[in-house]
């Protein structure tokens, strides 16, 4: 692969930078002001925020170019440095409609919904009118291991009927979410436990969906996304809301999450780099003990430290994007299950010490350390768990050497 990013990626990057630093990170004061004012409501800001964005071209980065009309054009390896430029900011992902969970869905939609689908859906979900969220997590079994799923859906005429409890359901505390992937069980008795899932379209207006509460991540409800306990009592849709089928939600479902999951890697990378940027304007500027925190050696190595890590964990990401771009996803599993481990435990030792450096005033809410490593600890469990990844990254390493 090729280290120096193309002109086209680099016009992009700079385009991008300058959007986040002069209409971005000046505005994110009034936007926890309307979010405080109205939680669950997008705030207006924002919405302000992503027609500049959307009238710039700066609009679906994240989609890869072989999904046709719907991407802009760009290879996972051309949106790497764009999407680790959202992440200096906790908004800019949404202002440019490549936040979670509407990437992951809008990527199913892409991929595997049909015609009727898409034009329902999708097509609101490009356009940024409407939001989303994925419904796979539940409180009652090892959700890590999704053939663990107990929520069932079963066929009753036309319609399908959903009962179950999930939570931490990212996104669906929005007023604006309108649509739910829910996955669960058509075939509960299928030998192949990895033929039991589906997955299916559910309004969230749908008789029968209740969104009881917001959970709270390290004490932090991230309105206005959220993250919501949702009961199914008997919901019923129509079958023509079944994506790809009867028995391919596990499919569906390993699709999704290899973008999603190094999507949020960019991201972290972003993170870490600004919290970076911090830490070395804050020993440049400090003095203690009678002279600048710049020349303590601990200070120095600590920068040092981060600096190496953020660069390796970089590299690494892009070696993933790459391998996507040339081979498919599945091919690059290994190398996204690698920084899928390595960029989260990375982005928390570098804000970490970001914090450390800042002293109290790195944990509270002038500046974004405390809530980028709320983020980074989150990764350690989204999408997979470490040690979910680390099996069976060492499984296939062990075959495959051994």
Sequence with gaps: MQFQYSEKVEALRTQVRHFIDEQVLPAEALYDEQVAAAPWDTPPIMQTLKAKAQAAGLWNLFLPADYGDYSPGLSNLEYAPLAEETGRSRIAAEVFN?????????????????????????????????????????????????????????????????????????????????????????????????????????????????????MKVLGYDDAPEGHAEVFFDDVRVPVENIILGEGRGFEIAQGRLGPGRIHHCMRLIGAAQKAFELMCERVNTRVVFGQPMSKQGSVREDIARSYCEIEQARLLTLKAADMMDRAGNKAARELIAMIKIVAPNMALNVIDRAIQIHGAAGLGQDLPLAQFFAYARTLRLADGPDQVHMMQLGRDLAARFG
């Design 98 to 214: 490549c936040s979670a969970p509407d990437t992951g869905n809008m990527e199913v939609l892409a991929r595997y919904g049909n015609a009727e689908q898409r034009k329902r859906w999708l097509e609101p979900l490009l356009a940024g009118k409407i939001r989303s969220a994925f419904a796979m997590t539940e409180p009652d079994v090892a959700s890590s291991d999704a053939t663990n799923i107990q929520t069932l859906i079963r066929r009753e005429g036309d319609e399908y009927v959903i009962s179950g409890h999930k939570f931490y359901i990212s996104g669906a505390m929005r007023k604006d979410c309108e649509i739910l992937i829910v996955m669960g069980k058509t075939d509960p008795d299928n030998p192949n436990r990895h033929q039991q899932q589906s997955q299916v379209l559910v309004p969230t207006n749908t008789p029968g969906v209740r969104i009881t509460r917001a």
